[in-house]
């Protein structure tokens, strides 16, 4: 199948982050795109904006009948009525990570996976290389700051950045030229049954570093030696990593580090992006650009221009009397270094947390780590389990992790009473967490909090 030649693709679940980008792709290199999503969201909106036609109810009649291929995630449930018919029918059909290694195999590829860090990172490294006059391609599973997009295609690019995602062992179907691997954390308990099975995953996909390329590997974790690549260890501050931040200083709320590469110091670095894992993740993108020969000045303009991710770390609201940070973690570890990374910029201020677990199963394999990392915070508002592709589990609740929980200042809240349950307490830093539609409710808590502020100052 030659995807360039391709007229009509239709998407099921066109809103994923994932899918979106592989939906402006295609648009852009000229196919007539539509698809299907469960719920309206800013981002379904963004795609109707760039005339992609998008539906929210499942009607098989929304499915042109000149399509040329149908590319599906995992998410859509095998009941779905429109997944059901394209398959009764016999329409070309795809997963979005098949789609994505069709569109990767003849080009030079970077991709960055781990359980956590990967979307940051994958933003980091296109940044690099874009400001670094690379013709690349880049497909990100976050919102970029710099670039308002989570898509980037420069005319005749031969070179492509890819977020390698671990779930449904998706990123199987890459073969990159130089790989980055940040974590091996457990997670997707319901997909791989147990970390060894994850971890084994991981292998297999470094396993598939073409022949010369180049494994980015966080210091600490461990993948089998393999001639075909050669391994570079990152770290955020261990001298035994081929790359690691030295001198690192925090002003104002940002970083500024020296990037070690071994015994060669490569210069001071100033990172506009808070928390030390952050700066980590800077090291891993750094290290990439270097091992393909991206100039040290280059790199560090770059580094210094960077805004972030929509939803990681996400300063929306920065007043005297009141900070609001939102952020993606959904995961115990991720919560731990987003609520640590606040409580160091923001020394001596109450912290108050608003999260919304993600699945029941994450709930109920993490129960007892998520109540440790979220009893980190002065306050927590935690809102009902948010199912996503899954059905509810006897006894996982969460009001059961809300009892695990050990701070004395929690209340577990409908998604309803959330904004006056926030607004009626005084606020010093607050933050949203989690992967879920939590994001629905971001623009209306910043208005809120943002217009109590001005009718406080009386402007």
């Keep these: 199948m030659e995807l360039k030649n391709l007229k009509t693709v239709y998407f099921l679940g066109i809103g994923g982050i994932g899918m979106s980008a592989l939906a402006r792709y295609f648009k852009a290199n000229g196919s007539i795109v539509s698809g299907y999503d469960k719920t309206p969201t ?37 009941d779905h009525k429109e997944l059901i018919h394209v398959l009764e029918i016999g329409l070309p059909i795809k997963k979005r990570a098949e789609v994505l290694g069709m569109i990767t195999k003849q080009t030079t590829t970077i991709a960055i996976a781990g359980t956590h860090g990967k979307t940051t990172i994958t933003s980091l490294v296109s940044h690099i290389l874009k400001q670094s006059d690379k013709a690349i391609t880049a497909f990100m599973g976050g919102i970029s700051k710099n670039y308002d997009t989570n898509f980037l295609l420069s ?40 970390k060894e099975y994850l971890v084994e995953s991981f292998e297999l996909f470094a ?9 980015i590997l966080k210091k600490g974790l461990t993948i089998p030696e393999n001639e075909n690549f050669e391994i570079f260890y990152y770290s955020l501050n261990d001298v035994a990593a081929d790359f690691y931040a030295s001198n690192i200083t925090l002003v104002e709320g940002k970083y500024h580090f020296e990037l070690m590469h071994k015994s060669e110091n490569c210069g001071t670095f100033n990172f506009g992006f808070p928390g030390l894992h952050n700066v980590e993740n800077a090291v891993a993108a750094i290290a990439s650009a270097i091992t393909i020969g991206i100039d040290i000045s280059k790199i560090k303009k770059a580094i210094a221009s960077y805004t972030g991710v ?150």
Excluded at 71 to 77: K, V
Excluded at 207 to 215: A, E
Excluded at 340 to 357: A, E
């Design 310 to 459: 929509k939803r990681r770390f996400d300063k929306r609201v920065d007043l005297a009397d009141v900070v609001y940070i939102d952020d993606y973690a959904h995961h115990p570890e991720e919560l731990r270094a987003c609520i640590t990374s606040v409580r160091n910029i923001y020394t001596g201020k109450k912290i108050t947390g608003i999260f919304q677990p993600h699945l029941f199963s994450r709930t109920r394999d993490f129960a007892d780590e998520f109540a440790k990392s979220l009893s980190l915070l002065d306050e927590l508002i935690l809102l009902d389990i948010y199912p996503a592709r899954e059905l509810p589990i006897d006894g996982i609740t969460s009001q059961m992790l809300l009892d695990k929980v050990t701070i004395e200042n929690k209340i577990l809240v409908s998604k309803e009473e959330l904004i006056p349950e926030v607004l009626k307490r005084k606020l010093e830093v607050l933050l949203t967490l989690g992967a879920g539609d939590i994001d629905q409710l971001v623009m209306p808590i910043e208005k809120s909090i943002t217009n109590i502020y001005k009718a406080i100052k009386g402007f």
């Design 207 to 215: 396993g598939q570093i073409k022949k010369g390329g180049k494994l």
């Design 42 to 78: 800013p981002l379904t909106t963004e795609l109707q904006n760039e005339s992609i036609e998008v539906h929210f109810d499942e009607n098989i009649s929304a499915i042109p009948s000149n399509t040329d291929l149908v590319i599906y995630t995992p998410a859509i449930p095998k």
């Design 155 to 194: 005319p005749n690019s031969d070179l492509t950045v890819v977020e390698a995602d671990e779930f449904d062992r998706s990123f199987l179907t890459l073969f990159p030229d130089v790989a980055i691997i940040s974590s091996m954390d457990a997670d997707h308990l319901d997909i791989y049954g147990s």
